[in-house]
């Protein structure tokens, strides 16, 4: 019980993440399995760190999360090689024919693509999950099993 509730909790934590859905023209889809398939993993990592950064800037994450500004810097750099290269060498050519048949918004959702992706890696890790259940220890599991046997 405890696991099927840990898996839903999951599922809904990363389809929550995720639920916008990306309704890209042939050329946005190009560049953005472009990005995806060009990223090292070594760059995802970088990625999901550098989004972990950014989201810790929220007001409700402030008091829980204290990074320095070197550190967000050094993120902020790093995406910005990481972009550089995919725009400028591995995805060159995907990029101009997505922005100009399709526009600005190519751009947007072909690295909303490479977030899912990344955020899917990031929510399958087993210690992320792990840590995802871990209030289910606090729970009254009995109050749940009863009201499922209802």
């Excluded at 995802?44 to 810790?56: H, P």
């Excluded at 409700?60 to 902020?76: C, F, H, P, Q, R």
């Excluded at 995919?86 to 490479?114: I, N, P, S, Y």
């Amino acid at each position: 019980m405890i696991k099927v509730i840990k898996f839903i909790v999951c599922t809904f934590l990363l389809v929550s993440a995720t639920n916008k859905a990306v309704n890209a023209g042939p050329y946005t889809d190009t560049f953005g399995k472009c990005i995806v398939k060009s990223t090292t993993q070594i760059e995802k990592d970088e990625l999901i760190q550098w989004m972990f950064i950014a989201i810790s800037n929220h007001q409700i994450l402030k008091s829980v999360v204290d990074l320095s500004e070197g550190v967000k810097t050094t993120a902020d750099k790093q995406t910005a090689k990481i972009v550089m290269r995919l725009f400028t060498v591995a995805c060159r050519t995907e990029l101009k024919e997505a922005v100009k048949f399709e526009g600005q918004k190519a751009v947007r959702d072909a690295f909303e693509l490479l977030g899912k992706v990344s955020m899917g890696a990031l929510m399958t890790d087993q210690n992320v999950t792990k840590a995802l259940g871990r209030y289910v220890k606090f729970m009254e599991m009995e109050k749940i099993k009863s009201l499922l046997a209802e």
